[in-house]
DNA sequence: GCAAGTCTGTCGGTCGGGCGACAATAACTG
DNA sequence: CAGTTATTGTCGCCCGACCGACAGACTTGC
């Protein structure tokens, strides 16, 4: 059973294996100076990483183990939200399906990760699609018995409200840089967001296990492939990217100009006071 | 003390009353066709009304009021974490600044929503800022104890999870609109939104109770307030909106038109199994 | 291993909307 | 109430990016 998108023809072809050791590179990965190796796998620690380990026993209990095929949809927007997902190993896209038929990549899960708890309470439908990039093993729970493992696991639940906390920060930036950058920025700041959450230090240079496609970074940044296509070719033309060996590489005083995590919103713009 | 920021020489002028019974009207508001009414006030239950008699007052103890004036900065990006706010009455803007110094704005927090608990725990700094857009009453709570509330109290932790998740739902949309949609449907899709969530039935029609200024809608779906009010007065000129004793209408058919909050992802885009 | 399908790369045409500028009106403030 | 400041309304220029189209390279499945 394998899902077709309207918007385009074929599936996600996106299938890296991610955060964990194993990864199979055959095109594309994207490079970092060695300015950035300090900062790599800054990724947040998942749910999982909150509990200790009886409270992960407890809930895992209650888990049922579902394997996906590439590209099978886990579940759509407007279904009722009956599960909550922990994802064991792959990947799976959380994105709208705009009116329009465009695919708008919010986030991605890799393993640890749990996805589907937006709408547990007061969320009605379902109001995002999750898919599987690649092939997948993700547990899965009954809605009524996570909600009473949060209720008897304070813990967890503030470790739910962190993981949710982290992907409204995460969105609030995807929202600024588009209303304030342009496509070539946009760009540049997610191959630095990627290389923090899932870069892996290769000798001198950090190594990002994605798969990603053109299509794929487009509808991560609110751009056309076309664009993306030419961007990435300028951005590699004027030697902030470079293409070795298959392997994208970023020059050293790139990384640099990106903006920091932390510390980058203070600096630029200082109220005043009258 | 009265901030200014770097992007326009003023301050914030928007000052409405909102969603308390209060409201003084002076220039503009927004007021929707009667298929509208069934929906009104669908603005989610705000954190305290998750809470019962004795785990508010158990909250409250720990809190200090604070009175804001207006334009007042709570917070700014970059600033340490140290308390959690509810809003008592007024509204308070939560925004990014972008690095062009350029106004993003995310929500607007009305009466007895929670704000700045979204760096509780990972967060390192504040992400966001937070702004008085008006005269305003905040409880401010300290971050140490507040953990310690949520911790304790399984019922406000799932509380404060689900006002996170509907925000994150929120900014989801917002990044749909802006990534597939045109000025005018994100214009459009914004009066909808402003009236389910602040909109007051007033005869036959919708009002809301917000005084904002184009730069204000400009600055919430990423436009120049010079496009904002061009659009603004299209829409007039198409007859989709009309402005009558400095109110604003609706037409029904327009109305209908728009998405509505729950059932609206469903039919545009289906899926196709091969 | 060949054929079908997918992805990358490139090129114009077109246009939405950003930007600067400026006038007119409305809203505050002393 | 008068002067100042904020907000609205309008215009023209121009650029970034969308769109359609197509060729070549690569991948995948039979």
């Given at each position: 059973m394998v899902f077709t998108l309207p918007s385009r023809q074929n599936g996600f072809p996106a299938r890296a294996i991610v955060a964990t050791g194993t990864l199979t590179v055959t095109t594309e990965d994207v490079t970092v100076a060695p300015v950035m190796a300090a900062h790599i796998n800054q990724r947040p620690p998942s749910f999982l990483a909150h509990l200790d380990d009886s409270e992960r026993a407890r809930l895992l209990e209650f888990a049922v183990i579902q394997e996906l095929p590439r590209?099978?949809?886990v579940f759509c927007a407007g279904?009722?939200?009956?599960y909550v997902y922990i994802v064991q190993s792959g990947r799976v896209r959380i994105y709208h399906l705009s009116p329009g038929g465009r695919v708008v990549s919010l986030w991605f899960c890799v393993a640890e990760d749990i996805f589907?708890?937006?709408?547990?309470?007061?969320?009605?439908?379902?109001?995002v699609c999750a898919q599987a990039c690649e092939r997948s093993r993700v547990l899965r729970i009954a809605r009524a018995d996570f909600c009473q493992f949060l209720e008897q696991t304070p813990r967890a639940a503030l470790a739910a409200l962190d993981v949710v906390s982290m992907r409204l920060r995460g969105l609030g930036r995807v929202i600024e840089g588009l209303v304030e950058s342009d496509v070539t920025e946009r760009l540049t700041q997610l191959i630095q967001r990627l290389c923090l959450e899932y870069g892996r230090p290769v000798g001198d240079r950090i190594c990002i296990d994605l798969r990603l496609t053109h299509q794929d970074i487009a509808d991560m940044i609110g751009a056309t492939r076309q664009t993306v296509t030419s961007t990435l070719g300028e951005l590699r033309r004027r030697g902030v990217l470079t293409l070795r060996e298959r392997r994208w590489h970023v020059a050293q005083e790139v990384a640099g100009t990106l903006t920091q995590p932390a510390a980058d919103s203070k600096p630029a713009n200082q109220a005043q006071i009258s």
């Open positions: 590209n099978q949809v279904d009722p939200p009956d589907g708890l937006t709408e547990l309470y007061h969320g009605g439908h379902r109001q």
